[in-house]
Each structure stands twice: as structure tokens, then as C-alpha cells.
T-cell receptor
Framework: QKEVEQDPGPLSVPEGAIVSLNCTYSNSAFQYFMWYRQYSRKGPELLMYTYSSGNKEDGRFTAQVDKSSKYISLFIRDSQPSDSATYLCAMRGGSNYKLTFGKGTLLTVNP | EAGVTQSPTHLIKTRGQQATLRCSPISGHTSVYWYQQALGLGLQFLLWYDEGEERNRGNFPPRFSGRQFPNYSSELNVNALELEDSALYLC??????????????FGEGSRLTVL
């Protein structure tokens, strides 16, 4: 079993839709959870960062972590064509700064 | 403030050759990470350097090696290139005031093509 599982998609939605992206993981030591966004031919950039379980909201983006289920989610409200990118979940333990990434989900928001 | 810079942007090599990729971290960052992003495989962790020392290594053969220089820049060397080494190689840095979150700041990558 891979440490981090993420459905690669692709996912295609109309503009204005609510998008739900998810990852599951197997390593109980993971404590820090991140979502990165990667536009085509660019490096990934941090979108959301959460520590332990709970929700975090930033504008149109909400990140959820459920450590009991080993499941994290990213919700995008009122999706825009500019949100079209690959979204990568990433996580790490407390003392190890190495990030383990999911494979990424390719999202296309159609105008 | 300059971000993470990588060179070259593109590199074409043939099987058996060696490739050297370079990375300059954000000023004030002491840690450098290397990831391989091959098609369909996501980001695979290669190497982590901090303060000039190798701190962690991913599940890659020894022909993948690197080092970190006193100015915290880094290079990744891939010897005896194989076709499956074709990928985007991403460098990331962390540290300084960003050390608490452990956020990684990525460069734009070096695309290596092995023919």
C-alpha cells in the first residue's frame, strides 16, 4: 500500500462548481498536511497548510483533515478557469521535514 | 526576493551519460530537497540536504547523488543515465523564517530527457 493515495483524475467541471479533492494515507506519524497547486510547466506552490485534524478556510479554499480516518480533502468553491491546474496533497511527520506527495489530481475548470 | 532557481531548464542526454542539475535556494534557506516528477508517478523524494549534510535519501539507486555547497546551493548528479530517468527534476528549499511550518518552496524544475 502506498503511503499517500490520490485519484489522478482528470477532473473536469464547469465554472462556478464546487470541487472536492481527496487523499488518503496510511502513515499514522503524519501530522502536517498541505495542498500544493502546480500549473503546467511550473513548480508546485503551497496553497493550504494544516496541522492535525480540523478545517481551515482561506477564501474560496477549505482544507479538511480527519486523522481518525486518515483522510484529507480540499474544497474549492465558485471554481474559476484560473483554478485549472494539478493539485497535489503532501504530508510529513513532526520531526522529519521530508514531504510525501500524492500523485496529483489534474483539474480543468471550463468557462 | 528571488525564488528557488534551477539550471538548466532543459537537458537532453543519451543512455549511459551523466547529467548534472543545479539549484540555488531562497536566500536564508539552509535546506534543499530534490524530487523527481515522472509522468504518472507524482513527486518522488530523492534527497534532502541541510547545512551541507545529506539528511535523508529516497528509494533511488546510488547513481543518483548530490551535494550541498557552503553557500547552500546544491547539485544533483545522475550517472549511467537510463531511459526511465527522463523526468522533471524539482528542487525545493526551506528554512529561515519558514522553518516552523516546513513549507517547501519549489523551483520551476529541470526537464531531463534521456534518448
Amino acid at each position: 500500500q502506498k503511503e499517500v493515495e490520490q485519484d489522478p483524475g482528470p477532473l473536469s467541471v464547469p465554472e462556478g462548481a464546487i470541487v472536492s479533492l481527496n487523499c488518503t494515507y496510511s502513515n499514522s506519524a503524519f501530522q502536517y498536511f498541505m495542498w500544493y497547486r502546480q500549473y503546467s510547466r511550473k513548480g508546485p506552490e503551497l496553497l493550504m497548510y494544516t496541522y492535525s485534524s480540523g478545517n481551515k478556510e482561506d477564501g474560496r479554499f477549505t482544507a479538511q483533515v480527519d486523522k481518525s480516518s486518515k483522510y484529507i480533502s480540499l474544497f474549492i468553491r465558485d471554481s474559476q478557469p484560473s483554478d485549472s491546474a494539478t493539485y497535489l496533497c503532501a504530508m510529513r511527520g513532526g520531526s522529519n521535514y521530508k514531504l510525501t506527495f500524492g500523485k496529483g489530481t489534474l483539474l480543468t475548470v471550463n468557462p | 526576493e528571488a525564488g528557488v532557481t534551477q539550471s538548466p531548464t532543459h537537458l537532453i542526454k543519451t543512455r549511459g551519460q551523466q547529467a548534472t542539475l543545479r539549484c540555488s535556494p531562497i536566500s536564508g534557506h539552509t535546506s534543499v530537497y530534490w524530487y523527481q516528477q515522472a509522468l504518472g508517478l507524482g513527486l518522488q523524494f530523492l534527497l534532502w540536504y541541510d547545512e551541507g549534510e545529506e539528511r535523508n535519501r529516497g528509494n533511488f539507486p546510488p547513481r543518483f547523488s548530490g551535494r550541498q555547497f557552503p553557500n547552500y546551493s546544491s547539485e544533483l548528479n545522475v550517472n549511467a543515465l537510463e531511459l526511465e530517468d527522463s523526468a522533471l527534476y524539482l528542487c525545493a528549499s526551506s528554512g529561515g523564517q519558514d522553518a516552523n511550518t516546513g513549507e517547501l518552496f519549489f523551483g520551476e524544475g529541470s526537464r531531463l530527457t534521456v534518448l
